[in-house]
């Protein structure tokens, strides 16, 4: 999977998560889709290491594993973030 496919996903999961967020502040939007795109990114390097030839398409598949990482990424950085205020 291409790197700008990863940072697209990434952008698209980061607004999600935007959406969802019950306080709607200007720097969390930037927060969310910088995570998004991280996360978005380490799911794809996961699934070329631990995937036998990786993702080459935009598959279901594909999907929940750059999803996942995403989530992950925006859940820790929430924590970290929490964890300062």
């Known amino acids: 999977m291409n790197l700008f496919f990863l940072c697209i996903f ?3 999961i980061g ?7 019950p306080k709607k ?8 889709i910088v995570m998004g795109v991280i996360g978005a990114i380490f799911g794809g390097i996961y699934a ?5 030839g990786g993702f080459s398409g935009l598959g ?3 999907f929940l594993v750059i999803t996942f990482g995403a989530v992950l990424f925006w859940f ?4 970290i973030r929490q964890t300062k205020s």
Do not use: H, Y
């Open 15 to 21: 607004a999600i998560l935007f959406l969802t967020e």
């Open 10 to 12: 990434g952008i698209l």
């Open 60 to 62: 279901l598949t594909s």
């Open 48 to 52: 070329q290491l631990f995937f036998a």
């Open 25 to 32: 502040q200007k720097n969390l939007l930037l927060f969310n």
């Open 76 to 79: 820790l950085g929430r924590i």
